[in-house]
């Protein structure tokens, strides 16, 4: 069964600076997509960035990008130029590239980050 | 703004009580699902509907019962809940039910529910 961990349950960043959090996983597959996602007191679970397991290069989407490191099987998220709107519980999701379905989005513990102004 | 819709935002009721969380996407998305989400936890997946009919239930307790009237609705309806159901409940949309790169899912503001 494939799991995701994420080992830092809180994080605290600047504003203007630069955070990283982490994210592994474990599976036998070759083919999934990974996904972060972010939950803001809003409560709405917003995609952040996804990245397919088959392509190399690193997902980038504005301020966010993304260390995919396959044979490590890592798959951690920077967040540039932190403002404060980024303060939220960020989620890593694997899911399985292989049927439909019965897949489901498996989700790691989530990290809260905290950004001081 | 969120593109899936959830009503309504804060629901309390008693363990005998009947009510009913709705959600509504206009995307054209043919996979609808039910989440739950219990404090500084991840959501749990509770259903998943793909074309209108009930494709996965995940061994969710017959108090809850899902519906999906048409593509762009989605009920769950609750009955004789206890309080430990109390949390968070997501609804989410994807385009299809592989819910993959090109078919991630989109998430609602959720329901906070209160069982008294």
């Known amino acids: 069964a494939q799991t995701v961990t994420q080992s830092q349950p809180e994080m605290s960043v600047q504003e203007a600076e630069t955070v990283t959090l982490s994210c592994t996983y474990d599976?036998?597959?070759?083919?999934?997509?990974l996904f972060w996602y972010k939950q803001p007191p809003s409560r709405q679970m917003i995609l952040v960035i996804r990245?397919?397991?088959?392509?190399?290069q690193n997902a980038t989407e504005n301020r966010f990008s993304v260390n995919f490191q396959k044979a490590a099987k890592s798959f951690s998220l920077k967040i540039s130029d932190s403002q404060l709107g980024d303060a939220a519980m960020y989620f890593c999701?694997?899911?399985?590239?292989?049927?439909?379905?019965?897949?489901?989005?498996?989700f790691g513990t989530g990290t809260l980050l905290a950004v001081q102004p | 703004d969120t593109e899936v819709t959830q009503t309504p935002k804060h629901l309390v009721m008693g363990m005998t009580n009947k009510k009913s969380l709705k959600c509504e996407q206009h995307?054209?998305?043919?996979?609808m699902y039910w989440y739950k989400q219990k404090a500084k936890k991840p959501p749990e997946l509770m259903f998943v509907?793909?074309?209108?009919?009930?494709?996965i239930n995940e061994s969710v307790p017959s108090r809850f019962s899902p519906e999906c009237p048409n593509s762009s609705l989605l009920n769950l309806h609750l009955h004789a809940l206890q309080p430990e159901d109390s949390a968070l409940y997501l609804c989410?949309?994807?385009?299809?039910?592989?819910?993959?790169?090109?078919?991630?899912?989109?998430f609602g503001n959720g329901t906070r529910l209160t069982v008294t």
């Open positions: 599976t036998s597959e070759s083919d999934y997509y």
């Open positions: 990245q397919e397991a088959y392509k190399q």
């Open positions: 995307m054209g998305h043919r996979a």
């Open positions: 509907y793909s074309y209108e009919k009930l494709s």
């Open positions: 999701a694997y899911r399985s590239g292989y049927g439909g379905a019965t897949n489901k989005l498996i």
């Open positions: 989410a949309s994807s385009q299809d039910e592989t819910g993959n790169y090109n078919s991630p899912l989109h």
